[in-house]
Every structure is written in C-alpha cells, then in structure tokens.
T-cell receptor, first 113, second 111 residues
Framework: EAQVTQNPRYLITVTGKKLTVTCSQN?????MSWYRQDPGLGLRQIYY???????DKGDVPEGYKVSRKEKRNFPLILESPSPNQTSLYFC????????????FGQGTRLTVV | GQNIDQPTEMTATEGAIVQINCTYQ??????LFWYQQHAGEAPTFLSY??LDGLEEKGRFSSFLSRSKGYSYLLLKELQMKDSASYLC????????????WGLGTSLAVNP
C-alpha cells in the first residue's frame, strides 16, 4: 500500500531533550517536506527536500533540522525542543514537487513541557 | 503580499449541497488544490485545477476562475462523514513553485 509513515504518533517531551520524528515513504517520490499545523495559523512548511542530499528551508525552519540521506526517509530533528514547538507535525511526499498531489503521513502530535 | 481567504466555518444539512469559496491574491499562479482534513488526521487530496472551469469527481466538484482569483469546492448529497476542514492551496510563481495554504474551512454536517 502506498503510504507515508511517521513515528511516533504522539510524543511528550521536556524542554531541551533532543528528539527525532521519522518519516518514510514507499512511493519513490522525489519531493518530501515537513509541516507544522497550529490553530489559527494553518499549515506552515518547515523544511523541504527536492531529492537526496538536497534540502532547503521552508517558512518556519528555526529550531529544526532535517536530512535526506536516502530517497525514502526524511527525518525531522529538534536539537533542543522548546514549548513553542508544541504542535501537530505532518510529513508529506509528492512525485514532482509542490505542483503535484501531496501524500501526508498520519501526523505527530508533539508536546514540549 | 500573498493571501488566501476562505470562510472559517460553515454548517449544512445532511443530503444538501454546500459551496466552499476560496479567493486568492498571489504573485503568479500555477494551480490550485483542495484537500480534506478530518480532525486530528492528515490532509487528503480532493482536486487540482489549473485551467478555468469545473472539474467534477463524484459528489465533489471544484471550479476555478483565474481572472477573478477565485475557486469553489461544491459538495453534493452531503453525508455526516463530510464533516471536516477543507483546505485551499495555491501554487505560486517562482523557481520552486511554492504552495501557499489557506487556513481551511471547517464544515459541520448536521442530521
């Protein structure tokens, strides 16, 4: 089944404790991205990757890192999480960039206390 | 600046028809998406319009007028499961053709 898989689904952590949210897609998509979704602010792009070893900042990259060592995986790293990073996070992939249909992962609800 | 406007909330009755509007002001236009998002779940693709006119797909249709910067999503024969948020997103101009997201319209379908 074609899908984007994120883990974990839910995470509660403390300020400053490094964490990684994994994202994997099995559709051989070139393009992957990370979003955060907050009430009243909608979906905001954190980072995106157009291909292996190619990543770039989205609209809200501060406090986040990503890597794209393989086509299928695009982990999101929070080196020192802070409470303002409490949010619902989505990974997405698409075949040919943002002008093609995006497939989203199930979401990761992160709480930083 | 770049902006997408959608109504925040709408209510409709099961079996009825509802139209969700989206207006946009962007620097360039390369297509418009509609996504459906149930509460706490991932957005899922509904439609993509790049040319003017109506695209029909089962109970859902999407319309685009590029000259007016306007689109709507039409949902017919509403069902309870259509209660969700509907997100309008526009592909702007530029080398990487960035996607600009609206805040979404929360639709409640009542029996």
């Amino acid at each position: 089944e074609a899908q984007v898989t994120q883990n974990p689904r839910y995470l509660i952590t403390v300020t400053g404790k490094k964490l990684t949210v994994t994202c994997s897609q099995n559709m051989n998509h070139e393009y992957m991205s990370w979003y955060r979704q907050d009430p009243g602010l909608g979906l905001r792009q954190i980072y995106y990757s157009m291909n292996v070893e190619v990543t770039d900042k989205g609209d809200v990259p501060e406090g986040y890192k990503v890597s794209r060592k393989e086509k299928r995986n695009f982990p999101l790293i929070l080196e020192s999480p802070s409470p303002n990073q409490t949010s619902l996070y989505f990974c997405a992939s698409s075949l040919g960039g943002e002008n093609t249909e995006a497939f989203f992962g199930q979401g990761t609800r992160l709480t930083v206390v | 600046g770049q902006n997408i406007d959608q109504p925040t909330e709408m209510t409709a009755t099961e079996g009825a028809i509802v139209q969700i509007n989206c207006t946009y002001q962007t620097s360039g236009f390369n297509g418009l998406f509609w996504y459906q998002q149930h509460a706490g779940e991932a957005p899922t693709f509904l439609s993509y319009n790049v040319l003017d006119g109506l695209e029909e797909k089962g109970r859902f249709s999407s319309f685009l007028s590029r000259s007016k910067g306007y689109s709507y999503l039409l949902l017919k024969e509403l069902q309870m499961k259509d209660s969700a948020s509907y997100l309008c997103a526009v592909i702007g101009a530029g080398n990487n053709r960035k996607l600009i997201w609206g805040l979404g319209t929360s639709l409640a379908v009542n029996p």
